[in-house]
């Protein structure tokens, strides 16, 4: 029994520090030191944190304390969206609306908004509102489609 202990207590002492270490980088973006903010979401944007990547990606989207680049923007949102955080899947959304780093395509920026609207992101819900007036209903339902087969891979990052 002791034995099992120690690694749970290693992990929520490691849980607890990437929370600080998080909130401090938080606390840093508050403050405009964008270079600090980076500083301490990069590692644990690394290790997997959604938020933390969800942070990264905006720093990268505007080169707030990073040179702007949208490639390195859409990988990190993706890494977090893929983990089901919402935020993260509507600046997916957005991006493919707006071209930013790419082709714009509404049938893709349609579809990450879909997933986030769907979980209750009142953004993207408006978005999603959007972009339809744009699309034809083949595009759209092209969207669902692919919203729905997102969310079949993806259902365990929903829960």
Known sequence: MR?????FCAL???????????DTGCAAFDRGDYGAAREEWAPLAKEGHAKAQ????????????????HAMALRLFRLAADQGDLDAQNNLGGMYAEGLGMEPDLVQAY???????????????SNRAFIA?????????EAEDLAAEWRKQHAKAEN
């Not at 034995?3 to 690694?7: D, E, K, S």
Request: glycine share 8%.
């Open 133 to 141: 007036k744009r699309m034809s209903a083949a595009q759209i339902a």
């Open 3 to 7: 034995a099992c202990l120690v690694p």
């Open 111 to 125: 579809m990450w908004f879909e997933v986030a609207a769907e979980r209750g992101h009142e953004t993207a819900k």
């Open 54 to 69: 969800f942070r990264l990606g905006c720093l990268y989207t505007f080169g707030q304390g990073v040179p702007e680049d």
């Open 12 to 22: 929520l002492y490691s849980a607890s520090l990437a929370a600080t270490d998080f």
